[in-house]
């Protein structure tokens, strides 16, 4: 299985931007994951394969995770974007788990990542 995220770049504090993750087989539960210099990697948003999401507190009400299954694809649909967001993005999927979890030695796979700088 690979991950091929896409849709990072730089915006304005208050703007948005939509990544994608293109999936070449099947998975189960799937999250976004960010890690800014010097800093761990933190959880972003998750979502089961039936379609449940999770999100970590510092983005919910701003970001939205969804997936289509038939076109495998994960998508991150973010707004309200502040300086504090920019990061590396990565895409991760399980091979088993029916719902995200917070942890990020739980997936299996992963993309490459891809750059979100957000301007003040």
């Known amino acids: 299985v690979q991950l091929q995220a896409s849709g990072g770049g730089l915006v304005q504090a208050g703007g948005s931007l939509r990544l994608s993750c293109v999936v070449s087989?099947?998975?189960?539960?799937m999250a976004w994951f960010r890690q800014a210099p010097g800093k761990e990697r933190e959880f972003v948003a998750g979502i089961s394969r039936s379609g449940a999401t999770d999100y970590a507190d510092s983005v919910k009400g701003r970001f939205a995770v969804s997936r289509d299954n038939a076109k495998n694809t994960v998508s991150l649909q973010m707004n309200s974007l502040k300086p504090e967001d920019s990061a590396i993005y990565y895409c991760?999927?399980?091979?088993?788990?029916?719902?995200?979890?917070?942890?990020?030695?739980?997936?299996?796979?992963w993309g490459q990542g891809t750059q979100v700088t957000v301007s003040s």
């Open positions: 991760a999927a399980s091979s088993d788990r029916l719902r995200a979890t917070m942890n990020p030695g739980r997936y299996d796979y």
């Open positions: 087989g099947r998975t189960f539960a």
